[in-house]
T-cell receptor, first 118, second 113 residues
Framework: ETGVTQTPRHLVMGMTNKKSLKCEQH?????MYWYKQSAKKPLELMFV???????ENNSVPSRFSPECPNSSHLFLHLHTLQPEDSALYLC?????????????????FGSGTQLSVL | AQSVTQPDIHITVSEGASLELRCNYS??????LFWYVQSPGQGLQLLLK??????LVQGIKGFEAEFKRSQSSFNLRKPSVHWSDAAEYFC???????????FGTGTRLQVFP
């Protein structure tokens, strides 16, 4: 396996379900990200983990709960979602020294999980 | 407010034609600038980036971009488009005062044979 792998590719869930999205990176990077991609809107950064510690929580509702057990794995736990949460959820990783210099780091994206909330 | 604008939502070109995708930003200083491409069903891939120095940068797949400070622009160009270039293209701006990377809304490129 190479790059950034996301599972599942597609997910349909009801508003009362609990599900989890999984991301795994095989690049040896030290930072991982969750982005939300909705039609006709810019990519929205949701969470950033650097060295397994959450360093950014971009005002995301508590029905989204991230988990980063180690530097290679990232999860997004979902519960009681709303239909407007339907979107493509992208995981990314990067290797950076931290601080503002991380802005220079290339992001490597997975193919995403297409989520539909009914 | 700090922002990134890609004014063209959808562009259609013929294979072999030249291409220019526009990107403008609103920010008080020169930010870090990026172009990413997203093929159907895929994640985003970095095409090129600009931090400082030569304002014309070369990227992968034959793309280039030119930073114009006076116009706050970072337009992406390719002299001859291939059918495989059909994808969505995102401009992104790294703002060091907020430590954030902001993406534009994207431009979808369609290529006709």
């Amino acid at each position: 396996e190479t790059g950034v792998t996301q599972t599942p590719r597609h997910l349909v869930m009801g508003m009362t379900n609990k599900k989890s999205l999984k991301c795994e990176q095989h690049l040896g990077h030290n930072a991982m990200y969750w982005y939300k991609q909705s039609a006709k809107k810019p990519l929205e950064l949701m969470f950033v983990y650097s060295l397994e510690e959450r360093v950014e929580n971009n005002s995301v509702p508590s029905r989204f709960s991230p988990e980063c057990p180690n530097s290679s794995h990232l999860f997004l736990h979902l519960h009681t979602l709303q239909p407007e949460d339907s979107a493509l959820y992208l995981c990314a990783s990067s290797q950076g020294p931290g601080g503002a210099d991380h802005l220079k780091s290339e992001l490597f994206f997975g193919s995403g999980t297409q989520l539909s909330v009914l | 407010a700090q922002s990134v604008t890609q004014p063209d939502i959808h562009i259609t070109v013929s294979e072999g034609a030249s291409l220019e995708l526009r990107c403008n930003y609103s920010y008080g200083a020169t930010p870090y600038l990026f172009w990413y491409v997203q093929s159907p069903g895929q994640g985003l891939q970095l095409l090129l980036k600009y931090f400082s120095g030569d304002t014309l940068v070369q990227g992968i797949k034959g793309f280039e971009a030119e930073f114009k400070r006076s116009q706050s622009s970072f337009n992406l160009r390719k002299p001859s488009v291939h059918w495989s270039d059909a994808a969505e293209y995102f401009c992104a701006v790294g703002l060091f005062n907020t430590d954030k990377l902001i993406f534009g809304t994207g431009t979808r490129l369609q290529v006709f044979p």
